[in-house]
């Protein structure tokens, strides 16, 4: 099957290759913006609520179950947060559009030896 956007490989490479330089720095200003007014709120509920939890913990044995699951939850959300780090750190996030073009050259490789 044909798609009449692969017709010109040299097209392809052109539609692919994203942004320029001016429009990546103010992308990433804007992300970094919203990670800050998101996160930082975020965050600091979170770790007031951590903290009502390990007052509640110390009292007595009522909220002692509650650590575990709460451990868990820490543990497994830095790992995914690390997983995301490293793939950002080596470049997994850089061109997201070739994939797909890549998949219909394949494709069209695939209909041509059938």
Known sequence: MSHPKMS????A???SSGPSRGGRSAAWTVTIVLGIL???PSMLGFVMKFRELMAITEGGTEGGFA???VINY???SSGFFLLLVWAA??????DLERPKYLM???EQ??????
């Not at 010109?8 to 097209?11: D, F, L, Q, R």
């Not at 750190?89 to 850089?94: D, I």
């Open 109 to 114: 490789e695939l209909d041509r030896n059938d």
């Open 13 to 15: 490479v052109a539609v």
């Open 8 to 11: 010109n490989s040299a097209e």
């Open 74 to 76: 820490l543990l497994a």
């Open 38 to 40: 998101i996160l930082i």
């Open 89 to 94: 750190l080596n470049g997994m996030f850089r």
């Open 104 to 106: 219909l050259e394949n």
């Open 67 to 69: 650590i575990t699951p």
